[in-house]
Each structure stands twice: as C-alpha cells, then as structure tokens.
Nanobody, 124 residues
Framework: QVQLVESGGGLVQAVGSLRLSCAAS????????MGWFREAPGKERVFVAS????????YYADSVKGRFTISRDNAKNTVYLQMNSLNPEDTAVYYC?????????????????WGQGTQVTVSS
C-alpha cells in the first residue's frame, strides 16, 4: 500500500521560508517521478513542482519559479519543497503526489498517488 506523508507546513510571515517534506512508503521510490500540488481555499488543486526519478530535472509553475525548489533523496524515500519569499497568495494545502512508475516527465506529473496534505498559511 502506497503512503505519502507530508510534514513541515505551518504559519509563516510574508517573505519567510518553509520546507515541506514528503516521506514515501510502499513503492520503489526511485522509480517514480514526484510532485507537489496546492489547493487554495475555494480554488482547484494546481501543479506547483515536479522532479524526475533521478532528481536530475525539475519543473515549476510560473507562480513559484525562482522562489520554490523541489528536491529528492532517494536513499530516504523523501521529496522536499523548499519555499522562499513566501507571500499570502501561497496560502494553501500542499499535497505531495507520485506519478506513474518509470515515467520520464518533462513538466507536471500526472498524479497517481496523493498524500493527505499539509497546511501552509502565510500572513501579511
């Protein structure tokens, strides 16, 4: 059974930083592309960032490019999202997701499995 467990969310002031983590189990982590999505209140869930199986390539939504960094540690079965220069528009529930096994992504992943989400709130 695949499990993705996010952590690291919380309340932060504008221009602050947070690092989200997503620990994966029940899958051969290094064989799956991973991604982060977010869902703001009253809005649909949208793509934030993705990373290839090896971690060699990353992709970002325009709204976070230059501020957020996705990375992974295949030895720890964990994917991270470093978020800098946060602003209130980044307030959302952030979800970790895995793509399909063996898929070489060149942009947003097509999510196959989801985590439960972690709340990020940015105050002005």
């Amino acid at each position: 059974q695949v499990q993705l467990v996010e952590s690291g969310g919380g309340l932060v002031q504008a221009v602050g930083s947070l690092r989200l983590s997503c620990a994966a189990s029940g899958l051969t982590f290094s064989r799956y592309p991973m991604g982060w999505f977010r869902e703001a209140p009253g809005k649909e869930r949208v793509f934030v960032a993705s990373i290839r199986m090896s971690g060699g390539s990353t992709y970002y939504a325009d709204s976070v490019k230059g501020r957020f960094t996705i990375s992974r540690d295949n030895a720890k079965n964990t994917v991270y999202l470093q978020m800098n220069s946060l602003n209130p528009e980044d307030t959302a529930v952030y979800y970790c997701a895995s793509g399909d096994r063996g898929t070489v992504v060149a942009g947003p992943i097509i999510p196959r499995y989801w985590g439960q989400g972690t709340q990020v709130t940015v105050s002005s």
